[in-house]
């Protein structure tokens, strides 16, 4: 007997889910579904889901957690698709990086008898040198040693929030409670900001009479900087994220571009002692917080928590009679 766990979208996020879960067989069906087909095959070629379906409503049918780990703009989109075709009590996992405007949609459309947990991923800091893209950027320990960023509308059942927090524990992420627009708030800066950093650089670079010359020579500074921009959050309808979540995107464009100006100040003036304290902070600031992210060490006591099984896991509520067992 098993829970049937239906991924929506097998890039890296939904792959590495996969394969975290790869030893979880007896207890979890894995299900996968991605408009690629050239993804699809690749994440069963590495064991990253049991099952595929090239059809999506067969994809969630029965199925007891549906996970999207799709673009910002698919999701709203995916969602009404699928909304009258899952069964009473399914627990929706939304992976994506903005919550807002998803959270708004759902209260107004999505069925009472539907969960909906937003479960924000981080990735763990040891693989961060991996920047590609899709199943074959896919790691079994991609979440370990991280943070999974957990919110849900206020109506939601413990249990289903329960299925939220056993699973983070599950991929080897400790869960961060939010509620939504904190989570949108601390997304904007760590994870749209440098987007739009690296979308300024490289117009701003390209749009000058030099470029055909100093793209010659640009090289590892200019390679990273640039990196952002081939993982956009928007699959189609580019800017949607921006805009969706344009408070804090415009809040955090004010503090960076200020800063930016205080650096051409302190060139102009020949200011020394200005640039030199900006320079040390932010190499200070940079050694310090990617030592704690890899340690994933933020100075807070925390009791050892035992990593659940898919027994554990699941057996409360199968025992309340939540989710069906399958065969």
Do not use: C
Request: no cysteine.
């Amino acid at each position: 007997m098993t829970v049937q766990l239906s991924i929506i979208g097998l890039g890296k996020i939904g792959a590495s889910i996969g394969l975290a879960l790869s030893d979880e067989t007896k207890q979890i069906t894995r299900v996968g579904h991605d408009l690629s087909q050239e993804n699809a095959q690749e994440a069963k070629k590495m064991g990253a889901v049991d099952i595929l379906e090239r059809n999506l409503f067969k994809a969630v049918e029965g199925t007891d957690i549906l996970l999207l780990a799709i673009p910002v703009d698919q999701v709203i989109e995916t969602l009404d698709l699928v909304k009258n075709d899952l069964r009473p009590d399914t627990v929706i996992l939304d992976t994506s990086p903005i919550k807002q405007a998803t959270l708004d949609w759902v209260e107004k459309n999505l069925p009472k008898t539907l969960h909906y947990v937003s479960m924000m991923p981080t990735l763990n800091a040891s693989l961060f040198s991996t920047y590609a893209s899709g199943p074959a950027a896919a790691h079994k320990d991609m979440f370990k040693n991280s943070l999974m960023m957990i919110s849900a509308p206020l109506h939601t059942e413990a249990d289903a929030l329960s299925v939220a927090t056993n699973l983070s524990g599950m991929l080897g992420a400790s869960p961060l409670y939010t509620d939504v627009l904190e989570s949108d708030g601390l997304a904007s800066g760590s994870h749209v900001l440098p987007q739009l950093m690296a979308v300024a650089l490289l117009n701003s670079m390209s749009k000058q009479p030099g470029w055909l010359e100093s793209r010659k020579i640009a090289g590892n500074h200019f390679y990273h900087a640039t990196l952002p921009v081939l993982n956009y959050d928007d699959k189609t309808r580019m800017g949607e994220t921006l805009i969706q979540n344009r408070e804090n995107n415009i809040r955090q464009l004010d503090l960076y571009i200020q800063e930016l100006l205080d650096l051409r100040d302190a060139m102009k003036e020949s200011d020394f002692e200005t640039l030199k304290t900006s320079l040390d902070k932010a190499r200070d600031e940079r050694l310090l917080w990617l030592s704690r992210r890899i340690d994933n060490d933020w100075n807070v006591t925390k009791a050892k928590v035992e990593m659940p099984s898919a027994k554990d896991m699941f057996a409360q509520l199968f025992g309340m009679g939540r989710f069906s067992k399958k065969k």
